[in-house]
């Protein structure tokens, strides 16, 4: 079975970084472009981040363009969402998700098909 699982999140202060993992298990995602969203309490969920398959392109929201970075190492599976400068406006639980290449660098939650469980990051002021 085909499975995300994010780690990483925790309670930091602002300024600080978090380096968030998502590790793929059940299947490689060798043909997925992978992205990062995150979601707060009474908020839609919303994108930060998408890398494509060969590590050749990214996409950020303008809300963390500049202080998050996203990489992926295809041996391992796994993406990273290096996150710096954090500011309390960046609390929320984040999710990983995989979406088919020909989709391209979507910033849309409804291309994607497969989704972790989400990991709760915490900025306090």
């Known amino acids: 079975q085909e499975q995300l699982v994010e780690s990483g999140g925790g309670l930091v202060q602002a300024g600080g970084s978090l380096r968030l993992s998502c590790a793929a298990s059940?299947?490689?995602?060798?043909?997925?472009?992978m992205g990062w969203f995150r979601q707060a309490p009474g908020k839609e969920r919303e994108f930060v981040a998408v890398?494509?398959?060969?590590?050749?392109?990214?996409y950020y929201s303008d809300s963390v363009k500049g202080r998050f970075t996203v990489s992926r190492d295809n041996a391992k599976n796994t993406v990273y969402l290096q996150m710096n400068s954090l500011k309390p406006e960046d609390t929320a639980v984040y999710y990983c998700?995989?979406?088919?290449?020909?989709?391209?660098?979507?910033?849309?939650?409804?291309?994607?098909?497969?989704w972790g469980q989400g990991t709760q990051v915490t900025v306090s002021s």
């Open positions: 890398l494509s398959l060969r590590r050749t392109s990214t």
């Open positions: 059940g299947r490689t995602f060798s043909s997925y472009n």
């Open positions: 998700a995989a979406v088919r290449e020909v989709f391209g660098l979507s910033p849309r939650p409804s291309t994607y098909e497969y």
